[in-house]
T-cell receptor, first 117, second 109 residues
Framework: GAVVSQHPSWVICKSGTSVKIECRSL??????MFWYRQFPKQSLMLMAT?????????EQGVEKDKFLINHASLTLSTLTVTSAHPEDSSFYIC?????????????FGSGTQLSVL | RKEVEQDPGPFNVPEGATVAFNCTYS??????FFWYRQDCRKEPKLLMS???SGNEDGRFTAQLNRASQYISLLIRDSKLSDSATYLC??????????FGSGTKLNVKP
């Protein structure tokens, strides 16, 4: 089946630093990638949707200057948390769609646990 | 109004029990429906697609009721390993995915 690779799995950083998370589709071209975050014991919250070669569409309440999303190719999207603060500590997950024959199915990365000290 | 509404639970059931979850949706033009399973601190994984005719995979049965705009997931003979959060997902316009908030299931020995 289609595979999405996300890394790093864990990040611990100091407040004020920027953190980049990568999401790659390994065996298919992902026309659309999604970024979510999930706080403990809460559901997935969609942050933004990105289509290759165009600007990401952010959900209401998500700061686009804080969470920079780049989807420069059909196999790679990155999320950069700029000037991270402790309240940004969360579980971030990407997903991708667009696999041949499975356009409507989502494939998830394994997630990144971000801890900001 | 949310696109997808789902009871967060938790549903606490004994091993061997039958349990069912529902998800209601507001957009009648929604095209496809899925159930995903998410374990704690892991990514969601596709459990099964949902069709109007209903589909079954072992102990799991999924159903779609377009007239009443809901989907359901039935788990028979619950196992301890079924404990997880179950997410319903609907797809609109082929590339818009909407998630339910997830229903937590705890299967007790």
């Amino acid at each position: 089946g289609a595979v999405v690779s996300q890394h790093p799995s864990w990040v611990i950083c100091k407040s004020g630093t920027s953190v980049k998370i990568e999401c790659r589709s390994l065996d298919f071209q992902a026309t659309t990638m999604f970024w979510y975050r999930q706080f403990p014991k809460q559901s997935l919250m969609l942050m933004a949707t990105s289509n290759e070669g165009s600007k990401a569409t952010y959900e209401q309440g998500v700061e686009k200057d804080k969470f920079l999303i780049n989807h420069a190719s059909l196999t790679l999207s990155t999320l950069t948390v700029t000037s991270a603060h402790p309240e940004d500590s969360s579980f971030y997950i990407c997903s991708a769609s667009g696999a041949r024959g499975t356009n409507e199915k989502l494939f998830f990365g394994s997630g990144t646990q971000l801890s900001v000290l | 109004r949310k696109e997808v509404e789902q009871d967060p639970g938790p549903f606490n059931v004994p091993e061997g029990a039958t349990v069912a979850f529902n998800c209601t949706y507001s957009n009648s033009a929604s095209q496809s429906f899925f159930w995903y399973r998410q374990d704690c601190r892991k990514e969601p994984k596709l459990l099964m697609s949902v069709y109007s005719s209903g589909n079954e995979d072992g102990r799991f049965t999924a159903q779609l009721n377009r007239a009443s705009q809901y989907i359901s997931l039935l788990i028979r003979d619950s196992k301890l390993s079924d404990s997880a959060t179950y997410l319903c997902v609907l797809v609109y316009n082929f590339n818009k995915f909407y998630f339910g908030s997830g229903t937590k299931l705890n299967v007790k020995p």
